[in-house]
């Protein structure tokens, strides 16, 4: 399997304009979860789905930030508008969980900075 | 209080020496606890679940502490390829919630 992929990996992008973060979870695992990463509050878990459903968001910052599951192999967080705080790295991550969360792995990440 | 608490380091130790990270968690409802490695501009990787009776893979053990709400993870013998971040944690209401993570560099 290819691992959880994400895209883009980079983006440089102006304050005010829409940011869109895509992942392909592995394929069988039914949690998906995006995490934001910055040096001051290190990895924050934002979102998290479980069959396609989300099942908490008390992590998204704001109603700037909005994040869909349309089905098992896709997701995508979307950042509009777009601030300069909102600069960090952007994991996608999924696992298999019959009982739950357990292990689970990490995209490569997006490291978006807004300008 | 954050519900896991790490203390980040850095930690620089020269090659061969054995060196412990600790970390706290708030919640004792918390079901599972794992220790995640993350390289500089990687993304974070599983290292080694923990358990109860403390479990070993090589060079590193971890260890839980339940009543004390305290898991530590010990590396022997530290190699250069051991610099990284280690990451603290916990699963606690389904939701896995990560330590700021201890920064480790091995010296030669």
């Known amino acids: 399997d290819a691992g959880v992929i994400q895209s883009p990996r980079h983006e440089v992008t102006e304050m005010g304009q829409e940011v869109t973060l895509r992942c392909k979870p592995i394929?069988?695992?039914?949690?998906l979860f995006w995490y934001r990463q910055t040096m001051m509050r290190g990895l924050e878990l934002l979102i998290y789905?479980?069959?396609?459903?989300?099942?908490?968001d008390s992590g998204m910052p704001e109603d700037r930030f909005s994040a869909k599951m349309p089905n098992a192999s896709f997701s995508t967080l979307k950042i509009q508008p777009s601030e300069p705080r909102d600069s960090a790295v952007y994991f996608c991550?999924?696992?298999?969980?019959?009982?739950?969360?357990?292990?689970?792995?990490f995209g490569e990440g997006s490291w978006l900075t807004v300008v | 209080r954050k519900e896991v608490e790490q203390d980040p380091g850095p930690f620089n130790v020269p090659e061969g020496a054995t060196v412990a990270f600790n970390c706290t968690y708030s919640?004792?409802?918390?079901?599972?606890f794992f220790w995640y490695r993350q390289d500089c501009r990687k993304e974070p990787k599983l290292l080694m679940s923990?358990?109860?009776s403390g479990n070993e893979d090589g060079r590193f053990t971890a260890q839980l502490n339940r009543a004390s709400q305290y898991i530590s993870l010990l590396i022997r013998d530290s190699k250069l390829s051991d610099s990284a971040t280690y990451l603290c944690?916990?699963?606690?209401?389904?939701?896995?919630?990560f330590g700021q993570g201890t920064e480790l560099s091995v010296k030669p």
């Open positions: 923990v358990y109860s």
């Open positions: 919640n004792s409802a918390s079901q599972s």
């Open positions: 394929s069988g695992h039914d949690y």
């Open positions: 991550a999924s696992c298999s969980g019959t009982g739950g969360p357990n292990t689970i792995y």
């Open positions: 789905f479980n069959n396609n459903v989300p099942i908490d």
């Open positions: 944690v916990v699963l606690q209401g389904g939701k896995l919630i």
